[in-house]
């Protein structure tokens, strides 16, 4: 769920690219400050897992399937700022190497996906972990999903009303929110339960390999 | 400047100048240049193109001429000032991929350029371990496996990532340090 290119007029993608250059520089920092020389590798490494997890089947009733986001998994466990940047590079890479996703929606979809999910995961995980750690997961996760796709649905249902001609007509995005909101919410809150289940599974396994290791 | 740095520049640039441009003619004619200067990869890029933008254009497409159809206004033009502009940006972008190494073009910056030379071979070894996983999946099931199960199989590869991420990340900076790379 990233918007492609062509969608998003200049005045919105332009400021999202100053706001995200700003926050990159902030994760950048914190990153540097919290790590020490390993730190690219370690980066290279998470960016590559980000890569991986938004690869992941999230399984649907019925034997199909869609892509995960991996986004909780990345922000429980690694913290919402590593979490933005990995995912922001994947989001880069993807555009750059890839050609899937968007050059011009970059910003928006890194914010949006990297950092407003990253943020939704941890603060959920951060207040619920202390009442039951596998509902903090679950919710953590479906907020990665659902936060994301509101914003998404905001930005491109905005579109009509900040880019059209003298007569009215679109010139990007046509919908406005009446139809985005329900058209992403409705389905990604659905979806959020799935990433939900997906996320405290991973984490559990994880700790299995942890303690494996360990033993 | 270093000729893929220049066409960084360049591709970025004319990025931005496309979503200023409202007028289909005006991107129909842009979009032959491009296919022009494309020369023999322009069917194959074309195709690409296509079939990357075909599912969300036709989605947003088919829903924009159903609403203008319920309203009774004329949706032509938008739909094809929108799928034109989204061809074009699609379109010049593959063809930056096919002509420009980005790797040489952000050499400007060592950390940026290890960055993402080293995510970039891991993401590619990942995605063999991952299709991998999905292979192992298929062959060990006689019938399709049940929606727990498949929700299982799923956690554990996110799992396994995770654990060889930090490994990889650990292997990766013992190679950068006996190379002499912290100490710059």
């Given at each position: 769920?990233?918007?492609?290119?062509?969608?998003?007029?200049?005045?919105?993608?332009?400021?999202?690219?100053?706001?995200?250059?700003?926050?990159?520089?902030v994760?950048?920092?914190?990153?540097?400050?919290?790590?020490?020389?390993?730190?690219?590798?370690?980066?290279?490494?998470v960016?590559a897992?980000?890569?991986?997890?938004?690869?992941?089947?999230?399984?649907?009733?019925?034997?199909?399937?869609?892509?995960a986001?991996?986004?909780?998994l990345?922000?429980?466990?690694?913290?919402?700022w590593?979490?933005?940047?990995?995912?922001?590079?994947?989001?880069?890479?993807?555009?750059?190497?890839?050609?899937?996703?968007?050059?011009t929606?970059?910003?928006?979809?890194?914010?949006?996906?990297?950092?407003?999910?990253?943020?939704?995961?941890?603060?959920?995980?951060?207040?619920f972990?202390?009442?039951?750690?596998?509902l903090?997961?679950?919710?953590?996760?479906?907020?990665?999903?659902?936060?994301?796709?509101?914003?998404?649905?905001v930005?491109?249902?905005?579109?009509?009303?900040?880019?059209?001609?003298?007569?009215?007509?679109?010139?990007?995005?046509?919908?406005?929110?009446?139809?985005?909101?329900?058209?992403?919410l409705?389905?990604?809150?659905?979806?959020?339960?799935?990433?939900?289940?997906?996320?405290?599974?991973?984490?559990?396994?994880?700790?299995?390999?942890?303690?494996?290791?360990?033993? | 400047?270093?000729r893929?740095?220049?066409?960084l520049?360049?591709?970025?640039?004319?990025?931005?100048?496309?979503?200023?441009?409202?007028?289909?003619?005006?991107?129909?004619?842009?979009?032959?240049?491009?296919?022009?200067?494309?020369?023999?990869?322009a069917?194959?890029?074309?195709?690409?193109?296509?079939?990357?933008?075909?599912?969300?254009?036709?989605?947003?497409?088919?829903?924009?001429?159903l609403?203008?159809?319920?309203?009774?206004?004329?949706?032509?033009?938008?739909?094809?000032?929108?799928?034109?502009?989204?061809?074009?940006?699609?379109?010049?972008?593959?063809?930056?991929?096919?002509?420009?190494?980005?790797f040489?073009?952000?050499?400007?910056?060592?950390?940026?350029?290890?960055?993402?030379?080293?995510?970039?071979?891991?993401a590619?070894?990942?995605q063999?371990a991952?299709?991998d996983?999905?292979?192992?999946?298929?062959?060990?099931c006689?019938e399709?496996?049940?929606?727990?199960?498949?929700?299982?199989?799923?956690?554990?590869?996110?799992?396994?990532?995770?654990?060889?991420?930090?490994?990889?990340?650990?292997?990766?900076?013992?190679?950068?340090?006996?190379?002499?790379f912290?100490?710059?």
């Amino acid at each position: 769920m990233h918007i492609p290119d062509g969608f998003l007029s200049p005045q919105t993608y332009l400021p999202a690219y100053a706001l995200a250059a700003g926050l990159w520089w902030v994760a950048a920092r914190r990153l540097r400050s919290q790590l020490d020389a390993e730190r690219l590798p370690w980066l290279a490494a998470v960016t590559a897992l980000a890569f991986v997890l938004m690869m992941l089947a999230l399984p649907l009733p019925g034997g199909s399937s869609v892509h995960a986001a991996g986004i909780a998994l990345l922000a429980v466990n690694f913290g919402i700022w590593t979490s933005f940047m990995a995912v922001s590079l994947v989001l880069a890479m993807q555009a750059l190497l890839f050609g899937v996703g968007g050059v011009t929606a970059l910003a928006v979809n890194a914010l949006a996906l990297g950092l407003a999910g990253s943020a939704a995961a941890g603060l959920a995980w951060r207040i619920f972990q202390p009442i039951h750690a596998g509902l903090a997961l679950i919710l953590a996760g479906w907020a990665s999903v659902v936060v994301p796709a509101a914003i998404i649905a905001v930005v491109l249902g905005i579109q009509p009303v900040i880019a059209h001609d003298p007569t009215g007509r679109p010139l990007f995005f046509p919908f406005g929110l009446s139809v985005t909101l329900p058209a992403l919410l409705i389905p990604h809150a659905l979806l959020g339960l799935g990433e939900g289940l997906l996320t405290w599974l991973g984490t559990l396994t994880l700790e299995r390999l942890r303690l494996r290791h360990v033993a | 400047m270093k000729r893929d740095r220049l066409l960084l520049v360049l591709y970025l640039a004319a990025l931005v100048a496309v979503t200023l441009v409202h007028d289909p003619l005006a991107l129909a004619l842009g979009l032959l240049g491009l296919l022009l200067l494309a020369g023999r990869s322009a069917p194959r890029l074309l195709h690409r193109s296509l079939r990357v933008i075909l599912v969300f254009n036709l989605a947003v497409s088919l829903g924009y001429a159903l609403l203008a159809h319920l309203r009774g206004f004329s949706p032509w033009e938008t739909l094809l000032l929108l799928n034109l502009r989204v061809l074009f940006l699609t379109l010049l972008t593959f063809l930056f991929i096919s002509r420009v190494n980005l790797f040489s073009a952000l050499d400007f910056s060592p950390t940026l350029s290890w960055l993402l030379a080293l995510a970039y071979s891991q993401a590619l070894s990942f995605q063999r371990a991952h299709a991998d996983f999905r292979l192992a999946l298929a062959s060990r099931c006689l019938e399709r496996p049940r929606l727990i199960d498949r929700y299982r199989a799923s956690a554990a590869a996110a799992a396994w990532f995770m654990d060889r991420a930090l490994a990889t990340a650990r292997d990766s900076a013992l190679a950068l340090r006996a190379r002499g790379f912290f100490d710059a």
